[in-house]
């Protein structure tokens, strides 16, 4: 089974800075299958980036994804104060643990 | 607009099975090479994946979960259910729903709003 470790697990930011997360996995995961969601408290989560670095429909450009193999970046280019928020990475592996989640980074205003 | 919402008891006793149902609105559930995905959040904690099923009926598990979980598809009226039994307070979560695409789209593109699902006697 793949574990994702998101560092740091709490972010602390002004608007209009620069926030990078990260998504470390435990062994190699392919591009293809890596995504990041944000979640807002009481709301589900919403698909932000899928494939490493693709932008869901309707995600503002400030919102950019890299990497691959076992590392794996979040960029947030300037802060705007709906950003504040958990943002989980999500690996797509193979069976039987098909789909496993990071424990989160929760972006925080400074 | 593909929409999901969640339906089902809030409140379950402890050592009996939780049932959810999840319906699709704004398309069909068997269109597209999609799978119908339940996941769960405990209070204050991260995302678990439960399971998911094809149309087809064709079903994957939570290897932690296996033993407990039952997910079943109803193309005709558009929904897919969760059942979890032997139930303990570990459970205590939201659950969601959520679409989820093939091989070649495995993410989670659509969710419905989630339900709290307590296990309390």
């Known amino acids: 089974e793949i574990v994702l470790t998101q560092s740091p697990g709490t972010l602390s930011l002004s608007p209009g800075e620069r926030a990078t997360l990260s998504c470390r996995a435990s062994q190699s995961v392919s591009s293809s299958y890596l995504a990041w969601y944000q979640q807002k408290p009481g709301q589900a989560p919403r698909l932000l980036i899928y494939g490493a670095s693709s932008r869901a429909t309707g995600i503002p450009d400030r919102f950019s994804g890299s990497g691959s193999g076992t590392d794996f970046t979040l960029t947030i280019s300037r802060l705007e104060p709906e950003d504040f928020a958990v943002y989980y990475c999500?690996?797509?592996?193979?069976?039987?643990?098909?789909?496993?989640f990071g424990q989160g980074t929760k972006l925080e205003i400074k | 607009q593909v929409q999901l919402q969640e339906s089902g008891p809030g409140l379950v006793k402890p050592s009996q099975t939780l049932s959810l149902t999840c319906t699709v609105s704004g398309g069909s559930i068997s269109s597209g090479s999609y799978y119908w995905s339940w996941i769960r959040q405990p209070a204050g904690k991260g995302l678990e994946w439960i399971g998911r099923i094809y149309t087809s009926g064709s079903t994957n598990y939570n290897p932690s979960l296996k033993s407990r979980v039952t997910i079943s598809v109803d193309t005709s009226k558009n929904q897919f259910s969760l059942k979890l039994s032997s139930v303990t307070a570990a459970d205590t979560a939201v659950y969601y729903c959520?679409?989820?695409?093939?091989?070649?789209?495995?993410?989670?593109?659509?969710w419905g709003q989630g339900t709290l699902v307590t296990v309390s006697s």
């Open positions: 959520a679409r989820v695409g093939g091989s070649y789209l495995p993410h989670f593109d659509y």
């Open positions: 999500q690996q797509y592996g193979s069976s039987p643990q098909l789909y496993t």
